[in-house]
């Protein structure tokens, strides 16, 4: 479980923005979870208290958006999710309209996990 490691690097990243800031304390973090990134949002959620403790975001809120791996079929055009596709068939995701295997990520920002909001307490 990889989660812990990347709350660590948030905590680094977030504290250094703060310290350059003036910040003392951070009431909330939103984050934007890439579908496709490898970190899973709800052990993120399970982790957060722990990982946090004794720095800036120890208390704060964490507010996830999960971002959609959306793909684009390389045959017909169609857009689709591709994680919703590989679950409907059985791990090997197809487009929905032509059954094609070739497919390309319409954005590349589902492989990432980023800082969006940072919110201040007084």
């Known amino acids: 479980m990889h989660e812990l490691g990347v ?8 504290e250094r923005i703060a310290l350059r800031n003036g910040v003392h304390k951070i ?3 939103k984050l934007d979870v890439g579908e496709v990134s490898g970190v899973v ?9 722990m990982g946090t403790k004794g720095t800036l975001l120890e208390g704060a809120e964490l507010i996830i958006n999960d971002v959609p791996a959306i793909v684009e079929c390389l045959d017909c ?6 994680m919703k596709s590989a679950d409907e068939n059985h791990d090997k ?13 319409v ?5 990432e996990v980023m800082i969006m909001e940072l919110g ?3």
């Open 77 to 82: 055009g169609e857009q689709f999710s591709l």
């Open 27 to 29: 009431g909330y973090i």
């Open 107 to 111: 954005d590349e920002h589902c492989k």
């Open 93 to 105: 995701p197809q487009c929905p309209k032509c059954s094609s295997k070739s497919f390309s990520l």
């Open 41 to 49: 949002s709800s052990y993120m959620k399970t982790l957060w208290g």
């Open 120 to 122: 201040a307490e007084d």
């Open 7 to 14: 709350i660590s690097n948030l905590v680094e990243t977030t």
